[in-house]
């Protein structure tokens, strides 16, 4: 079946009792027991809920899997993956890991003694060098936030399976209708789903994927025990953004690709980060693994004023933090998702004074276009 049949079939689940085709936003924690000794599936909704079922089942369809699980954001799912690893393990980790998921290796889990290494995924050598006696997973993130870099997923596999090891994939900037990492090999998927599988911009969501039974009965453990659960209107919400995924991610990465190629020969631009390029050097193995370059780019304008002039005179997108909402968003990392990185950091992480990200939403590309290159305009002749 064609994933935007999958979509629907797996978004639309009729209501057993009444036959509505949406399935009912179930708000209750508790579920009255009709039988003393024979309890049913659902009693308590930490620990499971009707709503928020329908909804981890179609997240797990959408990646090829069987196990799904919703959470409150996507950090709780990353850190409650995280958390099914013990003291004294050792984790190898994307350097351009997002912003949260390095401060919860750095701040948090460290204290609990789940170690880590920050290791160049691109640099195959680098990661085998980077496995110990006690490395027990290599967590992915591709294509990388904000300069887009791109990992070869199988190529980490491959290590993995040889040592091992666990693989964990951050699938965020894809979403599972682009790149299907299980697929490729992957044993445990994460998103923040705030992003383009709820695709708004109105919900904040995390969740966990994977199609092994084991590593599904840990994640379910840490998701009962920690209880960071999604709650059931938002399970609905985003069982309602999913049913567009399919038709937003095809207009969304469609006019990226345009936007980026129309960026390029800009001469007020000194740089285009997108993996749809073929200038850029992920493209081949981008190619091999996912259906295109995605829906989110970034461009570099010189400098810190010349990306103010454009942030502040672009009239279509939103000049916000966060990606994959049906608007378009501007984003400006080195003051917005890296703040927290001094200038020597984000220079060694290609995040330099004039990068601009762009995650394109569904408005008519040539009129993102058009609103650019006005704004563009405005940056003074060097
Ligand atoms: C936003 C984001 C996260 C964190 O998700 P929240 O829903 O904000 O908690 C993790 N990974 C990536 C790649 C993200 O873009």
């Known amino acids: 079946m064609h994933d935007?049949?999958?979509?629907?079939?797996?978004?639309?689940?009729?209501?057993?009792?009444?036959?509505?085709?949406?399935?009912?936003?179930?708000?209750?924690?508790?579920?009255?027991?009709?039988?003393?000794?024979?309890?049913?599936?659902?009693?308590?909704?930490?620990?499971?809920?009707?709503?928020?079922?329908?909804?981890?089942?179609?997240?797990?369809?959408?990646?090829?899997?069987?196990?799904?699980?919703?959470?409150?954001?996507?950090?709780?799912?990353?850190?409650?993956?995280?958390?099914?690893?013990?003291?004294?393990?050792?984790?190898?980790?994307?350097?351009?890991?997002?912003?949260?998921?390095?401060?919860?290796?750095?701040?948090?889990?460290?204290?609990?003694?789940?170690?880590?290494?920050?290791?160049?995924?691109?640099?195959?050598?680098?990661?085998?060098?980077?496995?110990?006696?006690?490395?027990k997973a290599i967590y992915i993130e591709t294509p990388s936030n904000p300069v887009l870099s791109v990992t070869d997923i199988p190529a980490i596999v491959a290590i993995a399976k040889e040592k091992g090891l666990l693989t964990i994939a951050d699938n965020t900037f894809m979403s599972p209708v682009l790149q299907k990492p299980i697929s490729l090999g992957v044993d445990i998927v994460v998103h923040s789903a705030t992003k383009f599988l709820a695709g708004h911009s109105?919900?904040?969501?995390?969740?966990?994927?994977?199609?092994?039974?084991?590593?599904?009965?840990?994640?379910?453990?840490?998701?009962?025990?920690?209880?960071?659960?999604?709650?059931?209107?938002?399970?609905?919400?985003?069982?309602?953004?999913?049913?567009?995924?399919?038709?937003?991610?095809?207009?969304?990465?469609?006019?990226a690709l345009k936007i980026a190629t129309w960026l390029e020969q800009q001469p007020q631009v000194t740089r285009v980060c997108f993996p749809g390029l073929k200038s850029n050097p992920g493209y081949e193995i981008q190619k091999r693994q996912a259906v295109n370059g995605g829906a989110v780019l970034s461009f570099d304008v010189g400098s810190e004023d010349n990306a103010r002039i454009v942030a502040e005179n672009t009239k279509i997108p939103e000049f916000s933090v966060s990606l994959g909402g049906v608007e378009s968003i501007l984003s400006y990392p080195p003051k917005m998702s890296h703040a927290e990185l001094d200038a020597a950091e984000q220079a060694k992480s290609g995040i330099t004074p004039g990068l601009l990200r762009f995650s394109c939403g569904i408005e008519d590309p040539d009129d993102l276009i058009a609103d650019l290159k006005q704004a563009l305009a405005l940056i003074p002749e060097a």
């Open 4 to 135: 935007w049949t999958k979509i629907i079939k797996a978004t639309t689940v009729a209501d057993k009792e009444t036959g509505a085709v949406n399935t009912p936003i179930q708000l209750s924690s508790t579920f009255n027991q009709s039988d003393f000794d024979h309890f049913g599936e659902f009693d308590y909704s930490r620990s499971g809920n009707p709503t928020r079922k329908v909804a981890e089942e179609a997240v797990a369809t959408l990646e090829g899997a069987k196990y799904g699980f919703l959470y409150s954001t996507g950090m709780a799912a990353i850190s409650s993956v995280l958390l099914t690893f013990s003291q004294g393990d050792h984790l190898i980790v994307s350097k351009f890991v997002y912003g949260g998921t390095f401060r919860i290796l750095e701040q948090v889990l460290n204290r609990f003694g789940i170690d880590h290494t920050f290791v160049d995924l691109t640099d195959l050598d680098a990661v085998r060098a980077a496995i110990q006696p006690n490395t």
């Open 202 to 255: 109105d919900i904040v969501a995390g969740a966990a994927i994977t199609d092994n039974k084991e590593l599904a009965d840990r994640i379910y453990f840490i998701q009962n025990a920690v209880g960071a659960t999604l709650g059931v209107t938002d399970a609905w919400l985003l069982l309602r953004g999913i049913k567009t995924l399919g038709i937003r991610m095809q207009q969304s990465s469609s006019a």
